[in-house]
């Protein structure tokens, strides 16, 4: 794939962290597998020559190395107060400044339809000092009226950036309210659409938005999705995000599982930097192997927790339980480039002390796994007016964030609950609870902390 600016592909290492022993008759086996990207950037991308219009391609007929589309809600509810309507064109203009020169882009106007704000016809446009400008000048023209389709704006996202073969594509969208203007299974199906054609970050601005829908955005895009409460703040969320794109150097980039004949995946999730299930999102890739996307890299470091159930064996025998792989799949369904390999063992003991032990990156993840489980559900029955539902599920989590030294979320949950004893979990339910502190608990609810090595 040609690739304007095209920046060296990152190194990518991957390290496997497991208890191999099994007793007799055991058959579960679970990994972490951390893998890391490095030394992946590139020389800045020459500057392009502002004469050439809107959607044009890079001198030499190449490609920008990737494209970007910015869908901001603008649905009546955005003049309510009028600031954030305001601020949300202030941080679009910010994420357009923050675009490096020859980067595809294009912004999208979101009612309970889909408009092209800049630059139009069904095209991107190449950034440059002209096409920057022109952008913002546009952002100007948008104005808050009408409702909220969500999945009208996402497919037309998707049709700007399948006009390009740039190898990272992205999308940031903003909404302020509820998904209102078309039904869930809509919103769903767009959602199965756009999986795996372009990476999406999601953003509630304000309080009266729906924490699940933002979350379900990016967790099926692969993107992240966090709270903005105060307007204000969206120009510097919005040039943080952008600069994390720019950032990106490989798009497309998969774990590959292969399993031995008689073993079965039992489940694939990403538990750092948030946990993410991707066992649903698998995709077959030749016999026994099968890719769970991951979305665009640079320099960066995630960790996935993966468990396999094998045939059972006497004591004694050793297997390989599962060979997992980053490969970056090819455009014309040539083999995939395979980036970096590790082995999933299994060996079958009578030793009682080595069969039991719990390897610490297991164990670590898959406490802030239940931690993101207990957040949700004990919000949920606290909503639903579970007292004491709420108060188990949340003391729990008070005492996975204190075991795990997770500070942030210990210092969101207690906005939450008042702590008597973090270590044991007793906890009691605060009387008065800000919609803000719910709903930035619940939406940072899967961010974990990394073990440490």
């Known amino acids: ?97 923050a675009l490096r020169e020859g980067v595809a882009f294009a912004v999208v106007a979101g009612t309970h339809q889909a408009r092209e704000v800049y630059p139009g016809g069904g095209r991107l446009a190449v950034a440059d000092a002209v096409t920057r400008g022109q952008a913002k000048e546009a952002l100007r023209k948008l104005s808050p009226g009408g409702g909220t389709a969500i999945g009208t704006w996402l497919r037309l996202a998707d049709r700007l950036l399948a006009s390009s073969d740039a190898s990272i594509r992205h999308g940031i969208l903003l909404t302020d309210g509820r998904n209102e203007h078309e039904e869930a299974d809509a919103l769903r199906a767009s959602l199965d659409v756009c999986a795996g054609r372009f990476t999406c970050d999601a953003r509630g601005v ?35 995000m952008m600069e994390t794109v720019m950032g990106k150097e490989v798009g497309d980039v998969c774990l590959r599982l292969w399993t031995p004949l008689g073993a079965e995946v039992l489940f694939v999730k990403q538990c750092a930097p948030t946990v993410e299930e991707l066992s649903g999102q698998r995709q077959e890739a030749g016999p026994r192997a099968g890719d769970y996307p991951t979305g665009s890299w640079g320099d960066e470091s995630r960790d996935y927790h993966v468990c ?68 949700q559900q004990g919000l949920d029955l606290r909503k639903a007016g579970d007292i004491d539902g709420a108060t188990a599920k949340l003391g729990r989590a008070v005492q996975l964030a204190s075991r795990s030294g997770h500070e942030a979320t210990a210092k969101l949950l207690a906005k939450v609950v008042d702590v008597v004893d973090a270590a044991n979990g007793t906890v009691r339910l605060k009387a008065n609870v800000s919609k803000e502190a719910e709903m930035t608990l619940e939406t940072r609810s899967t961010k974990t902390v990394r073990v440490k090595k």
């Open 1 to 97: 794939m040609a690739n304007f600016a095209k920046a060296s592909v990152p190194q990518f290492a991957v390290e496997v962290y497991q208890n191999v022993h099994l007793p007799e008759g055991g058959r579960e086996v679970n990994a972490v597998v951390t893998v890391t990207a490095t030394g992946g950037a590139g020389e800045p991308a020459p500057s392009v020559q502002p004469s050439r219009s809107p959607g044009s391609v890079a001198p030499g007929g190449r490609s920008p190395d990737a494209a970007v589309v910015i869908m901001v809600d603008c649905s009546g509810s955005m003049d309510y107060p009028p600031a954030k309507m305001r601020s949300a064109r202030e941080a679009t203009a910010a994420a357009i400044d």
């Open 308 to 375: 396999v159930r094998v045939p059972s064996a006497a004591v004694g025998r050793e297997m390989l339980a599962a060979r997992v792989s980053l490969v970056l799949p090819a455009p014309d369904g040539s083999p995939a480039q395979v980036l970096a390999q590790g082995l999933v063992r299994a060996v079958w003991t009578d030793d009682v002390v080595a069969s039991t032990s719990i390897n610490p990156q297991v164990a670590h993840y898959t406490g802030q796994a239940e931690l993101a489980q207990a957040i």
């Open 206 to 240: 304000g309080t009266d938005y729906e924490v699940k829908e933002v979350m379900r955005i990016a967790s099926a895009l692969l993107g992240t999705a966090e709270i903005v409460a105060d307007p204000a703040g969206l120009a510097a969320d919005f040039t943080q």
